[in-house]
């Protein structure tokens, strides 16, 4: 079993940045594939940021050229840069950690945008 801790999540003003953090009881050395997902209220989750053991990216449409993912391996660590955040992008963000075909969520991390 694979823990996922999650930190940075808060309330953000329309227009400010935010940094979430995840970080896995496992290295990620076998890792296949991380990933941030959102969840607002009444609707589905989805997608926002992934990257595959190779590091390619891959983005939602709604958030390319403001959020950014990165990982530290060191230290079995994903982050989410956010950049420019609109308040309908108010919701719970999860990271997502993908070793071979099993999922592992981190908790939901709250991020209110709002003024």
């Known amino acids: 079993q694979v823990q996922l801790v999650e930190s940075g999540g808060g309330v953000v003003q329309p227009g400010g940045s935010l940094r979430l953090s995840c970080a896995a009881s496992?290295?990620?050395?076998?890792?296949?594939?991380v990933g941030w997902y959102r969840q607002a209220a009444g609707k589905v989750r989805e997608l926002v940021a992934a990257?595959?053991?190779?590091?390619?990216?891959n983005y939602a449409d709604a958030v390319k050229g403001r959020f950014t993912i990165s990982r530290d391996i060191a230290k079995n660590s994903v982050y989410l840069q956010m950049n420019t955040l609109k308040p309908e992008e108010t919701a719970v963000y999860f990271c997502?950690?993908?070793?071979?075909?099993?999922?592992?969520w981190g908790q939901g991390n709250q991020v209110p945008v709002s003024s």
């Open positions: 997502n950690f993908h070793y071979g075909p099993t999922a592992y």
């Open positions: 496992r290295n990620m050395y076998d890792i296949y594939s």
């Open positions: 990257m595959t053991s190779g590091g390619s990216t």
